[in-house]
Nanobody, 124 residues
Framework: VQLQASGGGSVQAGGSLTLSCAIS????????MAWFRQAPGNEREFVAA???????YYADSVKGRFTISRDSNKQTVYLQMNSLEPEDTAVYYC???????????????????WGPGTQVTVSS
């Protein structure tokens, strides 16, 4: 399985970006796809996740601003980020996990595969 995140960049506060995660080697027909982020000096933290059933989960810090979605053939997962804040600055990673129970969806250790990450920088 390979995951390739793209779409990062630099924006001013209040701006928007859309991240993409292209999946190859496995069809996203089961399990969970998630976005995490890691700022310098911090641990990787949960941002959003989508189960194969399309049920979604969000961190409280991004709820109402970020939207996770996927395309019709389920090979790309997106993260639409609106109203960006300087605190959103981080490297964003997409991850894939199989058999992730609901209580563990926000746990970074629940995911088996990771892409290389894409940098998002939000200036004030």
């Amino acid at each position: 399985v390979q995951l390739q995140a793209s779409g990062g960049g630099s924006v001013q506060a209040g701006g928007s970006l859309t991240l993409s995660c292209a999946i190859s080697g496995r069809t996203f027909s089961r399990g969970v796809m998630a976005w995490f982020r890691q700022a310098p000096g911090n641990e990787r933290e949960f941002v959003a996740a989508m189960k194969w059933s399309s049920h979604t989960y969000y961190a409280d810090s991004v709820k109402g601003r970020f939207t996770i979605s996927r395309d019709s053939n389920k090979q790309t997962v997106y993260l639409q980020m609106n109203s960006l804040e300087p605190e959103d600055t981080a490297v964003y990673y997409c991850g894939m996990g199989g058999g992730v129970i609901q209580s563990a969806i926000r746990n970074v250790n629940s995911y088996d595969y990771w892409g290389p990450g894409t940098q998002v920088t939000v200036s004030s």
